[in-house]
């Protein structure tokens, strides 16, 4: 075992057992703080697998704005301090399906790749990461932005109830009693 | 020099910065702020115009006593400011002081990396919110989120400028690349940079989420003690990164004459110099109302830094 493999299984188990926490705790806004430390402990597997640019975004994209958004909008609406047990779910089926996807996910990969062996990749600089993102995938990229533009327009139509509505038809004259 | 060496060297020079840097500039303030409001400042600590003021400051803060609010979550409520110190002190690690290599940590994309790490400074803010059970924290963490999460986009957007400018992400090869009429090409995006940076470390008249004639001190009302402390250094480390980054990438870093001997010393006179505007600010303007600083980001530096970009890609293909 090399130090890469110790540190990809230590940072998998943080990742994991914060996950875990994350459904578990009763506690709303720890669940949130508990995706921070999930998130970030997958940006330090990508950095362990040499994919730097990828682990940065993670952080900015994730920690620094998902994650803040979920916690942002729960203390808007309800956050206490202490657990709320009155939130929780019966655990038996999601259960079935989250142990019936991870298994049926790991049997796959095991019998896929068992005994072959991958040379680890180049490191993924930021060079490298431009120059594929903009030579050989250039199309789903720009079919992506689309994708996410549309998405943002959406937004702010749905949010403003004033766009687009007709004009009111004038009151009718109030008829003095 | 042996690897082990040249490490420890390292690590002491980025440990000594992130002590003695953020004193240096929080006596600056208070002498510039006493000066230019007509005041004197600290004269009696240390006997020469009270040059010992923050180190007294320090040991009051120890002997104060470590209170919790009544109903707080305290091991969140403990963990926010160590949480609030930490990313400033990785920004520290990248920041180049000199050429040949005089930086704590060279990185091949070291601004994306400082970038991605200041934006993880909300997540502090809002710990220390939530945990402190207290309306008024309450509320100036959300207002400290909500200005986070908007003046983040210019910071990003006027940093890609000069990376684009650059052809680079990485600090150092951007002061390589710099050249003096960048200051003109470039001098939107370090407007917009230096006004979003002043945001982003909650300085005045940036300081909503503090706001101490309408929400007690914000986020950090329930904090005594050494804790307060570490927010307190959070905010003068805050200044001297903004400031590093700003002299960095829009001031040229170590340029100037005799740039291979005296680099560092240029790159620090324009940190403190970046840093004397910050502290000038915070005594010159009111602070924003909570409409216009949302006005401000959304509606001038953010197409102005968007402009900036169009700027830069117009000027870089005519070259």
């Keep these: 075992m090399t130090i890469a493999d110790v540190l990809l299984l230590a940072l998998g188990a943080v990742a994991v057992g914060a996950g875990a926490l994350v459904v578990t705790s009763t506690h709303l806004v720890r669940s949130g703080l508990y995706l921070v430390i999930s998130l970030g402990a997958i940006a330090g ?42 939130l929780d779910r019966p655990i038996g ?18 019998d896929a790749f068992r005994w072959i062996e991958f040379p680890r990749g180049d490191p993924g600089t930021a060079e490298r990461v431009g120059e594929q993102i903009f030579g050989t995938w250039v199309l789903p990229f720009e079919v992506l932005s ?20 007709q004009p009111a038809p004038p009151a009718e004259e109030e008829v003095p009693v | 020099m042996p690897l082990w060496l040249d490490l420890l060297v390292r690590v002491v020079a980025v ?13 600056a303030e208070h002498k510039v702020m006493a000066h230019m409001q007509g005041r004197v400042g600290p004269m009696y600590a240390g006997a020469f115009h ?40 990785i920004v520290i690690l990248t920041i180049p002081l000199g050429p040949n290599g005089l930086v704590a940590q060279r990185l091949d994309i070291g601004l994306f990396l400082v970038l991605a790490i200041l934006g993880f400074g909300v997540v502090a803010v809002l710990m220390s919110a939530w945990a402190s059970a207290n309306k008024y ?15 983040e986009l210019p910071l990003v957007l006027a940093a890609a400028s000069v990376a684009m400018a ?35 470390i909650r300085r005045p008249p940036f300081d909503m989420p503090i706001a101490d004639s309408e929400l007690v001190f914000g986020y950090m009302t329930e904090y005594t003690g050494l804790r307060f402390a570490f927010f307190l250094l959070a905010e003068y480390v805050g200044i001297i990164v903004i400031a590093g980054l700003t002299t960095v990438l829009f001031l040229g870093g170590w340029h100037g004459p005799f740039a291979d001997q005296l ?5 620090l006179l324009k940190v403190f110099a970046v840093s004397f505007v910050i502290i000038w600010f915070r005594v010159t303007y009111p602070r924003l109302r909570e409409d216009q600083l949302q006005r401000l980001c959304w509606l001038i530096l953010v197409p102005v830094s968007l402009a900036q970009l169009v700027l830069t890609v117009a000027v870089k293909s005519l070259l």
Excluded: C, N
């Excluded at chain 1, 399906?97 to 095991?110: D, E, R, T």
């Excluded at chain 2, 969140?76 to 990313?87: D, E, G, M, Q, Y």
């Design chain 2, 50 to 89: 009270g040059w010992a003021q923050l180190v007294a400051d320090g040991v009051k803060f120890v002997q104060k006593e470590d209170v919790h609010p009544d109903g707080s979550d305290r091991t969140v409520f403990r963990l926010a400011p160590i949480v609030a110190l930490f990313p400033y002190l």
């Design chain 1, 93 to 110: 089926p999601s259960a079935l399906i989250g142990a019936g996807v991870g298994l049926g996910l790991a049997a796959l990969f095991a």
């Design chain 1, 45 to 86: 597997l990508y950095l362990v697998l040499g994919a730097e640019l990828v682990a940065w975004v993670q952080i900015l994209v994730y920690v620094g704005a998902v994650v803040v958004l979920l916690l942002f909008a729960v203390m808007l609406t309800r956050a206490p301090i202490g657990p709320s047990p009155d």
């Design chain 2, 166 to 200: 650059a052809g680079t992400l990485s600090l150092p090869g951007i002061v390589e690349a710099w050249k003096p009429w960048w200051l003109i090409w470039q001098a939107p995006a370090g407007l917009v940079f230096f006004i979003a940076g002043l945001a982003e």
């Design chain 2, 263 to 267: 680099g560092w010393l240029w790159t």
């Design chain 2, 137 to 151: 924290s309450l509320l100036g963490g959300l207002r400290g989120a909500a200005q986070l999460l908007g003046y």
């Design chain 2, 15 to 27: 440990m000594v910065a992130f002590l003695v840097l953020p004193l240096v500039v929080g006596q």
């Design chain 1, 146 to 165: 689309i994708l996410l533009l549309s998405a943002l327009v959406g937004a702010i139509v749905l949010s403003r109830p004033d766009i687009g509505r």
